[in-house]
T-cell receptor
Framework: SAVISQKPSRDICQRGTSLTIQCQVD?????MFWYRQQPGQSLTLIAT?????????ESGFVIDKFPISRPNLTFSTLTVSNMSPEDSSIYLC??????????????FGPGTRLTVL | KNQVEQSPQSLIILEGKNCTLQ??????????LRWYKQDTGRGPVSLTI?????NTKSNGRYTATLDADTKQSSLHITASQLSDSASYIC????????????FGTGTRLQVFP
């Protein structure tokens, strides 16, 4: 399995500001993902963070709002830009492509709880 | 449309009792089905992963079953403990080669002493 850490674990931000969330994996992984989990809801995929190229965004999510970086095989960042209260959510980093069978098992970080005032 | 539905939405049981959570999916094609446990304020942790050829898989007190013909899965928890209180999420992967997962909305389980 993989150990995935995220920073910060939580934050309270003012509307109009931006927050960058960091995700660190303790081993090299093929794929990294960013999810959003709103209160009482399941996980929604924001984008796939591609190493060395632009992230692949899901419908409803755009790069200007959620810029993503992935400079290497163990690290990624997600920025939530120009925040509004509707961005209050838990943001989760995930990774797959370790030494696992072909299930593409995904491991999740502990999440970043964001509150926008 | 690819969907994963879970029932019940929430469940309360007494410590030591057994319970079964249900998952129905309409995902096609189908590669594998996973059950995750998510404690409050934590990320999901994998309990089991089953391919279409597997009918059952156990992980300690957790036993998952899969019927690929009816597209149903269940997660049975035996002799529940207080630490089992969490959300249990059923997740389906359409392709072995793709990593995009389809998540159910989860069952919120509360175990009381």
């Amino acid at each position: 399995s993989a150990v995935i850490s995220q920073k910060p674990s939580r934050d309270i931000c003012q509307r109009g500001t931006s927050l960058t969330i960091q995700c660190q994996v303790d081993s090299q992984v093929t794929m990294m993902f960013w999810y959003r989990q709103q209160p009482g809801q399941s996980l929604t995929l924001i984008a796939t963070a591609n190493q060395g190229s632009e992230a692949t965004y899901e419908s409803g999510f755009v790069i200007d709002k959620f810029p993503i970086s992935r400079p290497n095989l163990t690290f990624s960042t997600l920025t939530v830009s120009n925040m509004s209260p509707e961005d209050s959510s838990i943001y989760l980093c995930s990774a797959s492509g370790l030494n696992t069978p072909s299930y593409n098992e995904q491991f999740f970080g502990p999440g970043t709880r964001l509150t926008v005032l | 449309k690819n969907q994963v539905e879970q029932s019940p939405q929430s469940l309360i049981i007494l410590e030591g009792k057994n319970c079964t959570l249900q998952c129905n999916y309409t995902v096609s094609p189908f590669s594998n089905l996973r059950w995750y446990k998510q404690d409050t304020g934590r990320g999901p942790v994998s309990l089991t992963i089953m391919t279409f050829s597997e009918n059952t898989k156990s992980n300690g007190r957790y036993t998952a079953t899969l019927d690929a013909d009816t597209k149903q899965s269940s997660l049975h928890i035996t002799a529940s403990q207080l630490s089992d209180s969490a959300s249990y999420i059923c997740v389906v992967s359409p392709w072995a080669g793709r990593s995009k997962l389809i998540f159910g909305t989860g069952t919120r389980l509360q175990v009381f002493p």
